[in-house]
Every structure is written in structure tokens, then in C-alpha cells.
């Protein structure tokens, strides 16, 4: 089926020339961090982690999203979702392989990762991490796959396939359960240690996931033969919208927190994010920027008239989903490093070869969603000719 990929209209082509031209790109600068080291990045002693953990803490998110189509589809028997479940999966498989590059691309000896298959640590954090995802990148295309090849051949899918289904909702949880749980696990960082950090990563992730699956349903309808119904994108619309208020609240729960209970390690943070501290204040408009569009994002979403008008539709989603990354792409691993053990905040600014690899990396995703959806939409108008 991957034939129907090599062919396509003029803008297709240069689609895919653009996004191989920056998988180019941050390839050369991938490769001038491995010969120079991570010293050619913005990290440092105090930041360890920078923008590439923060994606890939954002990436996991999107990656779980599936899942907010496949519990009504499988569980509820919600036909509406039909169409559209196979591009969750599919969503899935790309954000699991993006966030596993960047995983890559942090480490300063990419063998390393080795260590973690050849000499496994259950007691590990990160070895199940691993294991969740490289597991549900496995099942989410078992799953996308063989349905296309059913699909195809006019066949009804198999049994299995309900129940590998059925196993992917709980797999799908756990991989930003355990994502959360490296950073709820840090003990020396005030920002992390929450027990509701997880509650937080699965908000934002069943609202950023599907609002990203709905934009890309919304380009399908308008630009393709792929027509997803109105009643799914209004029904996954209303999900956004209740997971991100969720996200908003659980957000508000640790600033009562960490201010009443007037702990200076948990307040620090906050304000680091919000008011700047020590002249450092490059995070202030992210925050602020994430709470404002959050805020405009959820209103729209409440208001029926203006979540069905498809073009405010698109806004509010594209404002929920800039402001979880915002929140989980930007404020949360870089807020989580400031004050230090010494009560300073160090800044960090990413360098041109960390932007670089990022949107290589992004690219690879991209590429990778494009081909997958082009195949989706010639097996879908091969089947529906067959039909009539």
C-alpha cells in the first residue's frame, strides 16, 4: 500500500520537497552537535534538559491523544468515530516516532541507548518509559495497518483487532502516566513534585491530541475526497473543551498549593513563570501567552455557535493546542530547573542547532503523517469505488 504514496498532485510533491529539505537541514546540525557536543546547545549544569525533552514531554501527549477516539469507538460503540479512528492511530505512530528522535537527539552518545535494551533496569523510571513507548508505536500501527489492508480487500477485520484495540486504551494512558512520573519522581525539584502531575499530563494531552486530529480532519474535508462527519468533529470538539478546562483547573490546584501553603521552593517557580525573578524572565510570556490561550480557547469552545462555524472552530482549537505546548513544550521543563540548589535562576536560551534539530525532527514526523494519510485516503476512494 505504500505504492500510493509515490503519487500525488504538484503541491503534494512539494510538500514532501520542503519537509525533506529541513530533515536535511537538521540533519547537518544533529551531526555538528554529535562531533562538537551538547556544549553547542543552550543547556548547561543548571538546565540539563532543554527544549529537546520539553518536546518530546509534548510530543507523548499528542502521541496518548488517540485514545479519546478510540474509547467511544471500541468501548461505547460511538459509529461517528469510524472514520476518523484510523488517523488517531496513525497520529499516534508519528508523535511516538518523534518523540523517540528526541529522546535520540539528547543524548550526547546516542549508543547509550542501548544500555537501556542490553542492560534493562526494571527499578527504572526511563526503562519503562521505553517500554510504553516503543509498545504502543507497535500497536497503534499493528492496529492502523492491518484495518487498511481489511479495508482495502473489502474484508471485515478480525477479532484480534478489537482486543488489541481495547489494550492500546490503557497503553495509551500509561506512556504519559510514566512520562509524568520521571518528573513527579525528582524529589530536588519543587515545580515536579506533585502528585497530580500526571493528572495534569493526561488533561493536557486529551485536550492538545485531539484538537491537533481535528485541524488535520478539517484540512482533510476541505482539501481532499477524505470527508469526516460533523457530528465526530463537534463530539472530539466538546472533549478538547472539557479536557482543557480540566487542564486549567488542575493548573490553578498547584498555584492554591504552592502559595498557601507559603513553601518559598514550590512559590519560586511561579514566579519565575509569571513575574521573572533574578532578571531572568524569558519564560513570563510563554506562561502568560499559555493562560490567554487557554482562556480564549476554552470560551470559544463553550459558546455552540461559534465551535460549530468551522472557521472559528479552527481557531480555538489551534489556540488550545499552542497553549498546552506552550505549557508542556516550553514552561514546564525549562520553569522546573529555576531557582537551582543555590536559589539562583540560570537562563537558557536555545541555540540555532537546537532549533534546527527541532524542526528537523518535526519534519520527520510530518513526512512521515503525510504518507500515511495519502495511503488512508487513496484505500478509502479505492473502497468506496469497489462499493458502487
Known amino acids: 500500500m505504500l505504492e500510493k504514496a509515490l503519487y500525488g498532485s504538484k503541491l503534494y510533491y512539494a510538500w514532501l520537497g ?3 529539505m529541513v530533515i536535511i537541514a537538521g540533519l547537518l546540525a544533529y551531526l555538528h552537535q554529535f562531533d562538537q557536543g551538547l556544549g553547542v546547545t543552550g543547556m548547561s549544569r543548571d538546565v540539563s534538559w532543554g527544549l529537546y525533552i520539553a518536546q518530546f514531554t509534548f510530543m507523548v501527549g499528542v502521541a496518548a491523544s488517540a485514545v479519546m477516539v478510540a474509547i467511544p469507538y471500541y468501548l461505547h460503540d460511538y459509529k461517528e468515530f469510524s472514520r ?3 488517523l488517531g492511530e496513525f497520529l499516534a505512530v508519528a508523535a511516538v516516532v518523534v518523540c523517540i528522535l528526541f529522546i535520540f537527539v539528547d543524548l550526547g552518545q546516542p549508543a547509550r541507548i542501548f544500555n537501556m535494551i542490553l542492560h534493562p533496569s526494571p527499578n527504572s523510571i526511563m526503562f519503562w518509559d521505553m517500554v510504553a513507548l516503543s509498545g504502543y508505536l507497535l500497536i497503534n500501527l499493528v492496529i492502523g495497518w492491518t484495518v487498511l489492508g481489511d479495508e482495502r480487500k473489502g474484508s471485515v477485520p478480525a477479532a ?4 488489541l484495540a481495547i489494550i492500546s486504551i490503557p497503553w495509551a494512558i500509561s506512556i504519559h502516566t510514566v ?9 530536588g525539584r519543587a515545580y515536579w513534585l506533585s502528585a497530580i502531575m500526571a493528572a495534569r499530563f493526561l488533561a493536557s494531552a486529551f485536550a492538545a491530541g485531539p484538537a491537533l486530529l481535528i485541524i488535520l480532519c478539517l ?3 476541505k482539501h481532499t475526497s477524505f470527508k469526516t462527519s460533523v457530528p465526530a468533529i463537534q463530539s472530539l470538539a466538546q472533549i478538547v473543551c472539557y479536557a482543557m478546562i ?7 490546584l498547584e498555584i ?4 498557601y501553603s507559603n513553601i518559598p521552593g514550590h512559590m519560586a517557580t511561579f514566579r519565575v513563570l509569571f513575574t521573572g525573578m533574578d532578571g531572568f524572565n524569558n519564560l513570563v510570556p510563554f506562561m502568560w501567552g499559555f493562560v490567554i490561550l487557554a482562556v480564549i480557547g476554552i470560551t470559544m469552545l463553550l459558546i455552540p455557535p461559534l465551535r460549530r462555524n468551522e472557521k472559528y472552530l479552527t481557531l480555538a482549537l489551534a489556540a488550545v493546542f499552542v ?9 514546564l521543563v525549562l520553569g522546573g530547573f529555576a531557582p537551582n540548589a543555590f536559589g539562583r535562576v540560570t537562563g537558557y536560551i536555545p541555540s540555532l542547532t537546537e532549533i534546527t534539530v527541532i524542526l528537523g525532527v518535526y519534519a520527520v514526523g510530518a513526512l512521515l503523517l503525510t504518507i500515511l494519510y495519502k495511503v488512508v485516503i487513496d484505500v478509502r476512494v479505492q473502497s468506496t469505488a469497489y462499493e458502487h
Open 256 to 259: 492554591f498549593t504552592a502559595f
Open 84 to 86: 476518523i479512528v484510523i
Open 323 to 331: 497553549a498546552a505546548w506552550l505549557d508542556k513544550g516550553v514552561a
Open 219 to 221: 484540512f482533510l474535508r
Open 246 to 252: 480540566a487542564n486549567l483547573f488542575f493548573f490553578l
Open 160 to 163: 484480534w483487532l478489537r482486543v
Open 18 to 20: 520542503f519537509l525533506i
Open 179 to 187: 512520562t509524568a512520573f520521571i518528573y513527579a519522581g525528582l524529589a
